[in-house]
């Protein structure tokens, strides 16, 4: 029952912008930390950033910091991933993942779980 379904993925120039959608389903994200990492073909996976479970804390990659912003609507049960002013750098696929134990996102630890992923590509 658990599934992460990310969205908002594609092509976009240099300097253009995605936001990036996490829908997910069978637990009740209020609970949980919840973030994205990417993973470009032939490159180990990187952690992009993570938000705690009420959104009072964020983390982010010292390669995003200031371009990206995450952000969560438990209600909703929906995670998003704002994205400004891509680099050709950014292209991968992300991935949505949530951690049992909250304490992993500041840790930076692997996630417990995540979806299938949502290209994005940037290029001119």
């Known amino acids: 029952q658990l599934q992460l379904v990310e969205s908002g993925g594609g092509l976009v120039q240099p300097g253009g912008s995605l936001r990036l959608s996490c829908a997910a389903s069978g637990f009740t994200m209020d609970y949980y930390a919840m973030g994205w990492f990417r993973q470009a073909p032939g490159k180990e996976r990187e952690g992009v950033s993570c938000i705690s479970s009420t959104g009072g804390s964020t983390h982010y990659a010292d390669s995003v910091k200031g371009r990206f912003s995450i952000s969560r609507d438990n209600p909703k049960n929906t995670l998003y991933l704002q994205m400004n002013n891509l680099k050709p750098e950014d292209t991968a696929v992300y991935y949505c993942?949530?951690?049992?134990?909250?304490?992993?996102?500041?840790?930076?630890?692997?996630?417990?779980?995540w979806g299938q992923g949502t290209q994005v590509t940037v290029s001119s």
């Open positions: 993942g949530v951690f049992w134990l909250q304490a992993k996102c500041a840790q930076g630890a692997e996630y417990d779980y």
